[in-house]
């Protein structure tokens, strides 16, 4: 069985490492999205991790049950860092809009961190929070309690599964990435008309927009859609 995870109020009493930092939950979690950024998820292990804290990586254990405790920890830090300074405006397409694309932008701020948490549901706070806003955004704008839920369920995971996409982007190597985004001006910008008429006629649009995110897009068109049905109700 996991070690029980020691009340916050009993860590805070134990004693600075050997270079004089007091440990904390946040600093953890700090230290090792720092280590995503530099080393990306192979170079995150509690050996390592103690290492950059100058701290017995079994000390770790005092604060999460594991690594993958630590993994959900982070993918929630993500998340507070997307609320933090946010409040809602009593409109609810525009709040419904500053959510998605706050959350988005903090995971492509830490795009590691995003491909090894986006997929995950941990129940912390900070996600805890996140949803129960964006179902009082809904409720609030006046959508009944199932098409919140359906309308809650599209936004979220849509938002999600675009942080994790662009992020994957992000974290490939700055030379895969290029040739990436090159293949839309050599390849696809050279296709003649004859074999695939619309890709030419739309390649230069294609080389413009393929190489940016299409998320913004995406949430006004869940938008769109989200105010035709609230329209329809009254």
């Known amino acids: 069985m996991p070690k029980?995870?020691?009340?916050?109020?009993?860590?805070?009493?134990?004693?600075?490492?050997?270079?004089?930092?007091?440990?904390?939950?946040?600093?953890?979690?700090?230290?090792?999205?720092?280590?995503?950024?530099?080393?990306?998820?192979?170079?995150?292990?509690?050996?390592?991790?103690?290492?950059?804290?100058?701290?017995?990586p079994s000390t770790l254990y005092r604060y999460f049950r594991g690594m993958d405790d630590l993994t959900l920890a982070i993918g929630d830090a993500l998340i507070g860092q997307a609320l933090d300074g946010w409040a809602p405006t009593g409109e609810w397409r525009t709040d419904l809009r500053a959510v998605g694309l706050r959350i988005h932008a903090a995971y492509l701020a830490h795009p590691q961190a995003a491909v090894l948490t986006t997929s995950r549901v941990s129940g912390r706070a900070n996600e805890l929070a996140a949803d129960e806003a964006v179902l009082e955004i809904l409720r609030s704008a006046g959508f009944p309690p199932a098409d919140t839920v359906r309308i809650y369920h599209a936004f979220i995971d849509q938002t999600l599964a675009f942080a994790a996409l662009d992020a994957a982007s992000l974290t490939l190597p700055s030379a895969a990435l290029r040739a990436d985004e090159a293949v839309w001006r050599s390849t696809y910008a050279r296709l003649p008309r004859t074999t695939h008429p619309r890709i030419a006629e739309t390649a230069p649009l294609l080389a413009a927009r393929m190489t940016h995110s299409t998320y913004p897009t995406a949430l006004d068109m869940l938008l769109d859609s989200a105010s035709a049905q609230l329209n329809a109700l009254h």
């Open 4 to 56: 029980p995870v020691v009340p916050e109020e009993k860590r805070r009493r134990r004693r600075p490492t050997k270079s004089g930092t007091v440990l904390s939950e946040a600093l953890i979690v700090e230290t090792a999205l720092r280590m995503l950024r530099e080393h990306g998820s192979a170079g995150l292990t509690a050996r390592r991790l103690g290492l950059a804290l100058d701290a017995d």
